[in-house]
């Protein structure tokens, strides 16, 4: 079977800025994909040469076994993009954004689902409001609504939660979720690693245009053997310099120390007990994606 | 609501004018009508065309045929730059649309509003201007390929333009000379010779010309020079704005 979305060597150059390197991917059907990385790296650049919206300086991407260029039509239909800016066109309502959009897909008769899409992101209520009159989180939904008006395989969601409130982003990923278990292949990319970490199969994580890290979830946080020892001091503590080098995390009079082995503990605590720190609190951590995401980045 | 990607194009271009119809269709009109009444009482004692046709009625045709232009390009430049600042241009950028349905549907929607203000100058003036129609079919071939041009040109200054303020210095420094000095309120006979010689390489001259030939089969060049100027125009803008879509310039990184 065809994957789902396949990246072959694909370079995309803005006049001496190398915006993508020689990405190679590929997302099978029904995945839930992650795509990781800092500003910059090349993310959103892939995305649009994914949707059509800006052209590879060479390279290969189909999305359902669909050429993007060569057979756009038929790639463009199995796609839907929500995009990390809050676009909106003011001239119309939520409906007929949504029917409009239907239409540009060539969709006859999309009340039901519409209506459905409405429901499941609690806009019922908007449904004749004009986009002008909608608050951020709304329009924001929107966006995800019309990103699956044609039923695509395959949905893209470029930062979907990027400055949206606890309610909206818990119930967009239930939506989400029943998405990918209907069938749909999802690939997100955000900056919240945990949500990526609760949510992805499988990540890749990009740096300066290349994929520099690329396997399961489980697979990348067991590849990190680090743990934190978190700690909270005592007023006017400092850290002794020799334990320096382990800081992952300083924030006020807590700090997080890295370690690989749990013997190591006690020569820590030996350590800040010798140079007189004292300590309030303490708990030990385990690795997570944002400290995967740290070391690849780091070392990558 | 129609279906299909191009009917979908056309239909969502033509509600964008309408919902704000006051402002794209009607204040236009009366914009027009307004130059009727000024030009008309000032020079109508004192100007005279052509022997036959007053000069309120020379002056109806190329108002009609100004509006027209104005407003057909109005509407593709504006919708474009709109589009583009916001950022909704995506929503029709995603979906399997053509570059020539893109272009057909932006073009089509643009004469749409651009023939809505010249019918509205052209109903404005019934009671009080009294026109002839020798030749309705060359009205009619001159505002459509007069439309589709200025639409087509819209295309290329709303793709080309980053900015608003660009957009207004290419309808400032070029479409608004080249509609006032096409013969619109005068003949270009009444010029001098080097001003005639200008005139003759403004393609809106011929847009005008061959338009009014159609009212008072009366004009400065023969109609068929100008259906050939002006079909020569719009196969030649077409052509541009087609490999700019073809080619997403400013549009498909």
């Known amino acids: ?300 | 609501m129609p279906t299909g990607a191009f009917a979908t194009l056309l239909y969502k271009e033509a509600l964008r004018f309408w919902k704000v119809g006051f402002q794209t269709v009607a204040a236009p009109v009366l914009t027009s009508l307004l130059y009727l009444l000024i030009f008309s009482h000032a020079l109508a004692a004192h100007v005279r065309v052509y022997d036959s046709v007053s000069y309120t009625s020379f002056l109806v045709p190329g108002l009609i045929m100004m509006s027209l232009l104005q407003n057909a390009f109005a509407n593709t430049s504006s919708s474009l730059i709109q589009s583009k600042v916001t950022g909704n241009i995506i929503f029709v950028l995603l979906p399997p649309l053509s570059y020539r349905e893109f272009f057909a549907a932006y073009v089509l929607a643009a004469m749409l509003r651009g023939l809505m203000v010249g019918l509205g100058v052209w109903l404005g003036t019934l009671w009080f201007v009294e026109l002839n129609y020798a030749h309705p079919l060359w009205i009619v071939s001159f505002a459509l390929l007069g439309g589709a041009i200025l639409a087509a040109l819209g295309v290329i200054a709303g793709i080309w333009a980053d900015k608003f303020d660009q957009l207004a210095g290419f309808q400032n420094f070029i479409i608004m000379p080249l509609t006032f000095l096409s013969g619109v309120f005068y003949s270009i006979h009444s010029l001098p010779a080097f001003w005639q010689g200008v005139s003759h390489v403004n393609p809106v001259f011929y847009m005008i010309d061959g338009f009014r030939f159609g009212f008072f089969g009366l004009s400065d060049v023969s109609p068929w020079i100008s259906l050939a100027i002006v079909g020569s125009c719009f196969i030649l803008l077409s052509t541009l704005t087609l490999l700019m879509l073809a080619r997403g310039y400013k549009l498909r990184g």
């Not at chain 1, 993009?81 to 909106?88: K, M």
């Not at chain 1, 990103?147 to 969601?157: D, F």
């Not at chain 1, 503990?265 to 303490?282: C, E, H, K, P, T």
């Open chain 1, 1 to 300: 079977m065809t994957p789902a979305i396949r990246v072959q060597q694909v370079t995309k150059r803005y006049g001496a800025l190398q915006a993508l390197g020689g990405v190679d991917l590929e997302v099978a059907r029904g995945e839930f994909f992650g795509l990781l990385g800092p500003n910059g790296a090349g993310k959103t650049t892939l995305i649009s040469a994914l949707a059509g919206l800006v052209r590879a300086s060479s390279g290969r991407l189909e999305v359902m076994g669909h050429d993007v260029v060569a057979d756009y039509r038929a790639a463009r239909r199995g796609l839907g993009v929500v995009p990390q800016e809050l676009v909106f066109d003011p001239f119309f309502t939520v409906r007929e954004t949504l029917d409009l959009q239907s239409g540009y897909f060539g969709i006859r008769d999309n009340g039901g689902w519409i209506d459905e899409i409405l429901d499941e992101l609690d806009l019922t209520a908007k449904a004749n409001v004009n986009m002008r009159a909608l608050s951020g989180g709304m329009k924001r939904r929107v966006l995800v609504a019309q990103a699956l008006v044609h039923r695509p395989p395959v949905i893209v969601l470029d930062e979907p939660t990027a400055g949206v409130d606890v309610e909206l982003r818990q119930g967009l990923w239930q939506f989400v979720r029943r998405l990918n278990r209907d069938g749909h292949t999802i690939v997100l990319t955000t900056h919240y690693l945990e949500e990526a970490e609760s949510l992805c199969g499988r990540i890749a994580m990009l740096k300066a245009g290349r994929v520099v890290a690329l396997d399961t979830t489980a697979n990348l946080l067991a590849r990190s053997s680090a743990h934190a020892l978190r700690l909270r001091l005592g007023a006017g503590s400092v850290l002794p310099d020799e334990l320096a080098p382990r800081v992952l995390s300083s924030e006020g009079g807590s700090l997080s120390l890295r370690f690989d082995r749990f013997d190591e503990i006690g020569a820590m605590l030996d350590r800040l007990r010798a140079a007189g720190v004292a300590i309030d609190d303490m708990e030990i951590g385990k690795p997570d994606l944002e400290q995967v995401f740290v070391d690849v980045m780091r070392t990558a």
